[in-house]
Each structure stands twice: as structure tokens, then as C-alpha cells.
């Protein structure tokens, strides 16, 4: 498997958006966008101005009740051949959404920060999603890439960099076991955790041929929210979103 690493600083802008390299149109709200809310709070002021920018409703984005799971939902009208997913409608409990071509919703959104946020197209079948792996829901992208097979386009947001992510050394052995030890770090005694590496493992294992990664660290890009750096006290989540289509508004 081939990783193509770009930095932000090299992407363009619309408005408070990081215009993401991939097969459909892909952003990432910046901090400067303000804080777009816990998961599916679609009448969150901010980010109903921020989705203004991109031309999109709140409304027009399928979201999820995040909940560190690694449920993928698949939000449908009518039957499709994603048999092996649930079809539902949203906001359900998930991390993961994914929408056929001939859904209503025009795009797929989760929010983030710290955790990776995970973009999904695959052509075959015309499903474009988005993923929230943090360490618990690590694992989230396997069960996307089952469902929708190897042949599927893969891109790795901005996510905390494996050295900035004390964790734990329960948490760090628990990772390991389940992901590998290559996931874990430790220096000087201190226990570090690297989702990315623990994702690039699960794609590279379903047989997906390349992964494109967007390598800068939240906790160290002061651009993007980072709740290890923000902490509590002005704690804020970016917005994920992928439009299904490229007809934009
Ligand atoms: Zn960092």
C-alpha cells in the first residue's frame, strides 16, 4: 500500500474550510470557524454559517450520534446492494455515515477533534462517508472497508500526531493488542498512542492500494481544534464533511 502524505499549509481555503484532495469534494472546518458542536447538532448557529460556505443547509448533511462506537450506518431510502450494513435513518448512534448516490442528503459529516476524521468514496457503487476513529472507535474503518471493499478511495484527515498523545499505559497495552505494536510508543517512560498508524494498518490489511494522509497534527497546528491542547475551557470540534456529489450549489 502507498501513503501520499499532503500538509495543509498546501491546500486551498474556502472560507473557514481546508479544501481536501480527494475524489469528491472534501473539507475540514478550521478553528477560525468556530466550534461546530457535538455530532448531529444541526440548529448549532456556527456551523449552519460555516455549511453556508460551502452551499450546503445543516440539514442537507446526513450526520451521527457520536458515540466513540464502531458502527458504520448506511443511510438509504430504497434497498442497495451494501446488504452487510445497516440502513437507517439519520441522526442514529454511529461514528460513521455513509450515502448512496441517490440519497437525499447531499453530504455526510462527523466532527472532530484529536480523533481521525476518515473520508470514504467508493465508485463502484456511487457511496461517498465519513468516519470518526478516535482510539476507542479505532477499528470503525475496518468495518467501512468490508462493506464497501478494497476499492475504495481513502483519506486520512488532520488527527493528533502519535507523539503528542499521552496515554494511559492501560489504554496503550489494550491498543497494542488489539492493533499492534508498532501503534504504541514509549519514551522516557511516558505510554504514546498513533491512530494514524493504526488505520494506515487496518487499510493496508483490507488490501486498499493507497491512502492519501493529511499529516499535520491538531495538537501542534494551532489552526485546527485540539482538545488535548484546548482542553475544557474553549474546547471545540471541527467539522468533517464530504459531498456526495461534485454538484455544488
Ligand atoms: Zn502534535
Redesign the pocket.
Given at each position: 500500500m502507498t501513503v501520499d502524505s499532503v500538509t495543509l499549509s498546501a491546500l486551498p481555503r474556502r472560507a473557514n474550510w481546508i479544501e481536501l484532495p480527494f475524489a469528491r469534494p472534501a473539507f475540514f472546518s478550521t478553528r477560525t470557524a468556530g466550534d461546530m458542536g457535538r455530532s448531529f447538532e444541526t440548529e448549532n448557529a456556527t456551523r449552519v454559517a460555516a455549511l453556508g460556505d460551502l452551499g450546503l443547509t445543516a440539514s442537507d448533511v446526513a450526520w451521527v450520534k457520536q458515540e466513540h462506537t464502531r458502527d458504520v450506518v448506511y443511510v438509504s431510502e430504497r434497498n442497495s446492494r451494501l446488504k452487510s450494513c445497516k440502513s437507517v435513518r439519520v441522526p442514529a448512534v454511529a461514528d460513521g455515515v455513509l450515502l448512496p448516490g441517490m440519497a437525499k442528503y447531499r453530504a455526510a459529516g462527523v466532527t472532530v477533534a484529536d480523533c481521525l476524521p476518515i473520508y470514504l468514496h467508493n465508485n463502484r457503487d456511487g457511496v461517498t462517508g465519513v468516519l470518526h476513529s478516535g482510539w476507542k472507535g479505532t477499528g470503525i474503518l475496518d468495518r467501512a472497508l468490508e462493506i464497501l471493499g478494497a476499492d475504495t478511495e481513502v483519506l486520512f484527515g488532520p488527527c493528533?500526531?502519535g507523539?503528542?498523545y499521552a496515554v494511559p499505559a492501560q489504554r496503550a497495552t489494550a491498543f497494542a493488542s488489539e492493533w499492534g505494536d508498532e501503534c504504541v510508543e514509549n519514551r522516557g517512560g511516558r505510554w504514546f498512542l498513533d491512530i494514524r498508524r493504526a488505520n494506515l494498518g487496518i487499510a493496508d490489511r483490507r488490501g486498499v492500494r493507497s491512502v492519501r494522509i493529511v499529516s499535520d497534527?491538531?495538537?501542534?497546528?494551532s489552526d485546527l481544534w485540539s482538545y488535548r491542547r484546548d482542553g475544557n475551557a474553549i474546547f471545540g470540534l471541527a467539522a468533517a464533511v464530504v459531498l456526495k456529489d461534485d454538484h455544488q450549489r
Open positions: 493528533i500526531a507523539l503528542c497534527c491538531t495538537h501542534c497546528n
